[in-house]
């Protein structure tokens, strides 16, 4: 019987493979057409028909120690139901003991935290209060820069007029003077006072952006403590009786991203810190900016009067080369006159030569033809020549000094002609620095308006 299942195993083996051929030896019978035994060899399944219907699997000493085990297990299972039993009951008691004190230790704790939170919320809103203040003042600072940024552009705009003004000045008269030196030392000190202004400008809007930022640090932090205060307000006041709890069986583990006390305490802690530090940053550019602006509109003022000053002596000194120029023309006027007069006799004085020489070189021309012996050389001939060589060298001279003084003529008259350009020249100077730069600074802005007051 144990080896009828596998003789069927082995039968359905066979079945599924090619059967093997069949070894018949060689012999004279007849040919027989024949079917080729299946069950036959050594994997054959002949005697286990019967093998399947056999169902026994345990003998009898098995099932009766079975049934022993059986009666023996429950028992045992009484006996210790019985223990589970009171066991129970005194952990039931005692849990709820324990459930009791958790929840009063709990509730505690959670009383304490309450004031923590008010603690850092009430010193977080100090600091957001604070901080709005002081942006509040810095902005009024930053618009005092704004205000005296847009004030240095009309002493910009007349320092660059009255240089270009200036450069309208002729001749020797453009000249790089006390004036010209003082205005451009205002243009650079303008300059630089807006590259300043504009710095610190910009220093006030970044300081205003890290309050408002570390403000905002501080409402998101102080945000976070209300609604954490509410919250945990919220569950102290939970109890066994209330309607609104429920079981939330994932809330009972930690956060990896949760903090401890310390850090949460040391988070708010930091938060102030910073938003003090810039609060402190703050005010102490609130006062840098006001030292700033009351040095900038110092040092205009100052600027403005030294060049006013130089105007001033400028103007004087040119009124002082024009009365002197125009002296020297005068002079120069009747020198002129007296030149001209002069010039004419030395021409009359030329022409009273004409007749004489005429008579001397007539004379000689008619001796010329004398006849033979008579062309003599005698005292009559040399006094004629040598009046006419007088006449001659007379005239010459007289000729020279006239183109001398025909030359002094011109001389004198270039001179008037320079001296009269020179004062007009000086004129011009005069009208341009008087009327022109010193009217146009009587623009410039007072110390208040300077000062981002205005």
């Known amino acids: 019987p144990a080896g009828g299942p596998s003789a069927m195993a082995q039968a359905g083996v066979l079945l599924t493979k090619e059967p093997a051929p069949q070894a018949v030896p060689a012999s004279d019978l007849p040919v027989k057409v024949c079917e080729v035994a299946l069950n036959t060899g050594p994997d054959s399944s002949s005697g286990l028909a019967t093998a399947g219907f056999r169902t026994a699997k345990y003998l009898l000493p098995e099932w009766r120690r079975s049934n022993s085990d059986l009666y ?11 223990r589970g039993r009171a066991e129970a009951k005194e952990l039931a008691e005692h849990a709820a003991a324990t459930a009791q004190r958790a929840q ?4 505690a704790a959670l009383g304490q935290r309450l004031q923590d939170i008010h603690f850092w919320k009430a010193e977080l809103q100090k600091e957001i209060e604070d901080l709005d203040a002081e942006t509040g003042l810095l902005a009024a600072q930053k618009l005092r820069l704004e205000k005296a940024l847009d004030a240095t552009k009309v002493p910009y705009a007349i320092a660059t007029d009255n240089l270009q003004c ?9 000249v790089s003077d006390e004036v010209e030196r003082e205005l451009l030392k205002e243009a650079e000190l303008i300059r630089n006072i807006q590259e300043l202004l504009k710095r610190t400008l910009t220093q006030a809007g970044n300081q205003m952006r890290l309050n408002r930022d570390h403000k905002e640090v501080c409402e998101m932090d102080w945000s976070d403590k209300v609604e954490t205060y509410n919250i945990d307000d919220k569950c102290g006041r939970y109890s066994n009786q209330s309607t609104n709890i429920q079981f939330h069986p994932s809330s009972m583990k930690f956060e990896e991203s949760a903090s401890t006390p310390e850090t949460w305490a040391k988070f708010s802690h930091d938060n102030i810190y910073r938003a003090e530090r810039e609060k402190l940053a703050s005010i102490n550019l609130r006062a840098l900016i006001d030292n700033i602006l009351h040095d900038v509109s110092e040092d ?4 403005c009067a030294a060049v006013n000053e130089a105007f001033a002596k400028r103007c004087e000194e040119l009124d002082d080369t024009k009365h002197k120029l125009e002296h020297h023309l005068k002079k120069i006027l009747k020198e002129i006159g007296d030149q001209e007069a002069n010039i004419a006799a030395l021409k009359e004085a030329i022409r009273d030569k004409e007749a004489p020489m005429k008579v001397a070189q007539t004379r000689l021309y008619d001796r010329s033809f004398r006849p033979n012996i008579e062309l003599c050389r005698d005292e009559a001939q040399f006094r004629l020549i040598s009046e006419a060589e007088e006449l001659t060298e007379s005239i010459e001279s007289l000729k020279k000094k006239l183109l001398e003084s025909e030359q002094s003529l011109r001389n004198l008259e270039d001179t008037r002609m320079n001296l009269e350009k020179e004062i007009a020249v000086k004129t011009n100077s005069i009208f341009i620095d008087r009327q022109k730069c010193m009217a146009h600074r009587t623009r410039y802005p007072v110390v208040l308006k300077l000062a981002g007051y205005q």
């Open 104 to 107: 009063q230790d709990s509730t």
């Open 166 to 174: 200036r450069e309208r000045r002729q001749l020797l008269d453009l």
């Open 300 to 303: 205009l003022r100052m600027q």
């Open 72 to 82: 023996h297990k429950a028992f045992t299972g009484c006996e210790q139901a019985e």
